[in-house]
């Protein structure tokens, strides 16, 4: 299976921060990549498709970036909603995989 | 507005079958734009991608659970199901559906609408 290394696997920061997340996969797979936010006992929310593309109604302090292996996430400007934990997903190959995901809490 | 609501036991014996379905309102599961997931997550754990079926019955199934998995489209509910038997403790899990939507190449598939998800537990 295609392995998806979400880093890092928690971070701490304080509202107005600049915050990047990155997403490695254990190979090519073009910009068939994208994140979701998930907050406790909630489903995930899909913020970013083919790797740069922003969701209908997702602010835009969040981006997205990469191509071939390496990816990130940026959310400029932390709000407090934000604090939750973020997965990314490539559906290059089957079987799809996720990321282990990046807890981001409040320092 | 679209809305996915999965359904079914909350708890399952062991070696037995789990069962849930999906029911989809705001969009129709015979739809050729449209595909429909299943995707899990145990409890503190991370996600994990169960399979994909389309309007005509055309299914994906991740590998690790194909041998035990199966996705039926039940059209005259506007819904589908997840059926997975063999059940152990590890299939202990929050049970997603998702939407697919068919777009150009380029972007790739994602999930744009999810359920709120049903705990399952496994134990006798």
């Known amino acids: 299976d295609l392995q998806m290394t979400q880093s890092p696997s928690s971070l701490s920061a304080s509202v107005g921060d600049r915050v990047t997340i990155t997403c490695r996969a254990s190979?090519?797979?073009?910009?068939?990549l994208n994140w979701y936010q998930q907050k406790p006992g909630k489903a995930p929310r899909l913020l970013i498709f083919a790797s740069s593309s922003l969701q209908s109604g997702v602010p835009s302090r969040f981006s997205g970036s990469g191509s071939g292996t390496d990816f990130t996430l940026t959310i400029s400007g932390l709000q407090p909603e934000d604090f939750a934990a973020y997965y990314c997903l490539q559906t290059y190959n089957i079987p799809w995989t996720f990321g282990q995901g990046t807890r981001v809490e409040i320092k | 507005q679209v809305q996915l609501q999965e359904s079914g036991p909350g708890l399952v014996k062991p070696s037995e079958t789990l069962s849930l379905t999906c029911t989809v309102s705001g969009a129709s599961v015979s739809s050729r734009n449209l595909y429909w997931s299943w995707i899990r997550q145990p409890p503190g754990k991370g996600l994990e991608w169960i399979g994909n079926i389309f309007y005509s019955g055309t299914t994906s199934y991740n590998p690790s659970l194909k041998s035990r998995v199966t996705m039926s489209i039940e059209t005259s509910k506007n819904g589908f199901s997840l059926k997975l038997n063999s059940v152990t403790a590890a299939d202990t899990a929050v049970y997603y559906c998702?939407?697919?939507?068919?777009?150009?190449?380029?972007?790739?598939?994602?999930?744009?609408?999810w359920g709120q998800g049903s705990l399952v537990t496994v134990s006798s």
């Open positions: 190979q090519s797979i073009r910009t068939y």
């Open positions: 998702a939407r697919v939507p068919v777009v150009a190449v380029v972007y790739g598939s994602f999930f744009d609408y």
